[in-house]
């Protein structure tokens, strides 16, 4: 099941993650300032990407809340376009995604590490160069760049102005120590409790129209994912295939 929030609300746990990035947010929406390069770790899994996704919606929309800092989700005309937010939550790369926003440009490009090679490197980093404004790039699944030995080719671009580059990661061991050093914001994502997970999971069985039999079901879903609510959205799509849509302790019990 693929899933993405619409707002910060809806992320389950992290609450130190989420209010460091709002904290950026604010910082750059609102004070008109250049985030720091910010590096999050986490286990597979646990928000990172979806998090980083959310903040980047959040930047390009025109509307944002200032209150709670989400976006508008339709009302602006970043968000009214729907092929902007299927690029935002589509899992390949991202090259310039633009939006308007409080008398300034911003731009969001997304580098997938894994399939990243030298040359696409050398192309994206000419495309962020040229880009007038604020300029946030994604590095996902940094801990791939070193099988690449493309460190090096980052330090100076990572050091640009008017660029914040976010960075996500489920290590930091392996990595190049002068690349890590040029990310002076450092955060990590963290599993929900078993109580948190289980009322994230009602909500999102209800999104999806998936029947549950008793509370103490989501309670036992949320224990079989060993609270990853990556693990648990992926147990939810098995039971939409294999059992019509319904949660049951029955078909817990199975697992």
Known sequence: MMWIPRSWGEIVGNGRTVQGLKNLLRTMKFDGMRGP???????????????VKL????????????????PCNGTCSFCRRPQNLEL??????????????????????????PSLTDSLLTQRLAEIHECRGGHVVHLEEAHRLAARSLFERLLIPLEERGVMWIATSIR??????AF????????????PSISELARWLAARCS??????DDPETLRSLAQLADCNPGRALNLLTEIQLMNRGNLTADFMGDR
Do not use: H, M, W
Not at 172 to 177: A, E, Y
């Open 180 to 191: 890590l050093n040029r990310f002076p914001v450092k955060l990590t994502t963290s599993k």
């Open 37 to 51: 390069n910010t590096f999050v770790k986490g286990q597979s899994r646990t928000g990172k990407t979806s998090q």
């Open 55 to 70: 903040f980047a919606q959040c930047l390009l929309c025109e509307q944002l809340d200032p209150n709670t800092l989400d």
């Open 88 to 113: 935002l939550r589509a899992g390949d790369g991202i090259s310039g995604l633009y939006s308007f926003s409080s008398g300034f440009t911003y731009q969001y490009t997304k580098l997938d590490c």
């Open 207 to 212: 999104e999806q129209q998936i029947t549950v």
């Open 172 to 177: 930091t061991t392996g990595l190049d120590r």
